[in-house]
């Protein structure tokens, strides 16, 4: 499987960006590609897409860290410890 958050995946990213927005939003796209401002867009669209994807990584991570890391001792009396 290959992963497409890889910076050296970025041109792969770009080509599903552009056959999405071909086939989802024709007029936009060809709107785009007519004015020259096609590459700037997905350029744009894939900065914004990443961005969430790391703040989406990093809360994942987060949540992880907090569920695996959330040790304690069944028997042990926070009440009687001298700190």
């Known amino acids: 499987m290959i992963d497409l958050a890889n910076d050296n995946q970025k041109e792969k990213r770009m080509e599903i ?6 086939e ?14 096609l590459e700037k867009f997905l350029e744009a669209h894939d900065t914004e897409m990443m961005k969430s994807f790391q703040a989406a990584r990093d809360k994942a991570w987060e949540e992880t860290l907090a569920s695996f890391l959330d040790f304690f001792d069944p028997n042990y009396d926070e009440t009687s410890s001298p700190m």
């Open 17 to 22: 960006m552009r056959k999405a927005l071909k």
């Open 24 to 37: 989802k939003a024709p007029q936009t796209y060809t709107g785009l590609e007519e004015s020259g401002g």
